[in-house]
């Protein structure tokens, strides 16, 4: 399903979460060394942000870390993604490489060159390295993540020296919604292992 075209879309704060998942990402707010581009506010980053904010909130529902993550082409979304790592048990079904390989699917091309990424969370080493890989034209991101944010926040492989690809990054698109979400879900975890621990059925 592809954005919509309203007027200007809302980021809404209001997340679902369920179950539990290990690693707080947001556990620390320290966000020093950021180098991502300032906060965009143009009505197509909104919109799309939205978009990947949609699947953040249905990966909470299926006990998995709300990240969303959604590829545009010529304003049209061409790949989705959410975190699948638990329901797959898979390190690597992170929801910006389920997202990229169903855009390289939809473009028949494993170049992404005319591309733009929207995540919810900053994109860690790996899924930062993909987006090399992948000669994304974009990445937009929307909360930075201080334990594996690898473009912009702990380093920036986006620009990083010798690579034959490198990508403008935004950071900061619908912060507090994207952040909300993690925090709420993890806010969840931690109260079901208390009544866990205390003996009561969650």
Same mark, same amino acid.
């Given at each position: 399903?592809?954005?919509?075209?309203?007027?200007?879309?809302?980021?809404?704060?209001?997340?679902?979460?369920?179950?539990? %998942?290990?690693?707080?990402?947001?556990?620390?707010?320290?966000?020093?060394?950021?180098?991502?581009?300032?906060?965009?506010?143009? $009505?197509?980053?909104?919109?799309?942000?939205? $978009?990947?904010? &949609?699947?953040?909130?249905?990966?909470?529902?299926? @006990? $998995?870390?709300?990240?969303?993550?959604? %590829?545009? /082409?010529? =304003?049209?979304?061409?790949?989705?993604?959410?975190?699948?790592?638990?329901?797959?048990? =898979? +390190?690597?079904?992170?929801?910006?490489?389920?997202? %990229?390989?169903?855009?390289?699917?939809?473009?028949?091309?494993?170049?992404? $060159?005319?591309?733009?990424?929207?995540?919810?969370?900053?994109?860690? +080493?790996?899924?930062?390295?993909?987006?090399?890989?992948?000669?994304?034209?974009?990445?937009?991101?929307?909360?930075?993540? +201080? &334990?594996?944010? /690898?473009?912009?926040?702990?380093?920036? %492989?986006?620009?990083? +020296?010798?690579?034959?690809?490198?990508?403008?990054?935004?950071?900061?698109?619908?912060?507090?919604?994207?952040?909300?979400?993690?925090?709420? /879900? /993890?806010?969840?975890?931690?109260?079901? &292992?208390?009544?866990?621990?205390? @003996?009561?059925?969650?």
């Amino acid at each position: 399903m592809a954005g919509s075209a309203e007027a200007t879309p809302r980021c809404s704060l209001t997340g679902n979460t369920k179950e539990e %998942i290990a690693g707080d990402p947001l556990a620390d707010e320290a966000t020093d060394g950021n180098t991502a581009q300032p906060v965009s506010t143009s $009505e197509t980053d909104l919109r799309f942000m939205a $978009e990947a904010l &949609k699947l953040a909130d249905y990966a909470a529902t299926q @006990g $998995e870390v709300p990240v969303g993550c959604v %590829i545009v /082409f010529e =304003d049209r979304i061409i790949g989705r993604g959410y975190n699948l790592r638990e329901s797959n048990q =898979d +390190p690597i079904a992170h929801a910006e490489i389920l997202a %990229i390989s169903e855009a390289a699917k939809a473009m028949g091309s494993w170049r992404l $060159e005319d591309c733009t990424l929207y995540v919810t969370l900053e994109p860690c +080493p790996m899924c930062a390295g993909a987006l090399v890989l992948s000669r994304i034209a974009r990445c937009v991101y929307g909360c930075t993540d +201080p &334990k594996a944010g /690898f473009v912009g926040t702990l380093a920036d %492989i986006s620009q990083f +020296p010798g690579l034959n690809h490198h990508y403008p990054v935004t950071g900061g698109v619908c912060e507090e919604a994207c952040r909300s979400r993690l925090q709420d /879900f /993890f806010r969840a975890v931690r109260a079901n &292992k208390k009544l866990r621990r205390d @003996g009561r059925v969650v």
